[in-house]
Nanobody, 115 residues
């Protein structure tokens, strides 16, 4: 059973930065495409960005130039560096692993950006 655990969320002022981590159990990360999603209250869960097994990334337009996804396969961890945060970035952030035809989700971590 694959488990993903997000961490690093919290309360930050607008313009600040946070780095989220997603730690995967076992050694699955090198075989997985990893995604970050977010869900604000009353809204659907939206894709923030994705990193392929080869390290290529793509991002939602709303976060381009501010957010960066990276991966450290040796540590079985994926990161979401968030800079210049805005109040509209407030949401629960989730990571998702796509591996062996199966999707695995973490439990989420809350990010709150105050104005």
């Amino acid at each position: 059973q694959v488990q993903l655990v997000e961490s690093g969320g919290g309360l930050v002022q607008a313009g600040g930065s946070l780095r989220l981590s997603c730690a995967a159990s076992g050694s699955i990360l090198s075989a997985a495409a990893m995604n970050w999603y977010r869900q604000a209250p009353g809204k659907q869960r939206d894709l923030v960005g994705r990193i392929s097994t080869g390290g290529s990334t793509n991002y939602a337009d709303s976060v381009k130039g501010r957010f960066t996804i990276s991966r450290d396969n040796a540590k079985n961890t994926v990161y979401l560096q968030m800079n210049n945060l805005k109040p509209e970035d407030t949401a629960v952030y989730y990571c998702k692993a796509e591996v062996w035809g199966i999707n695995y989700w973490g439990q989420g971590t809350q990010v709150t950006v105050s104005s």
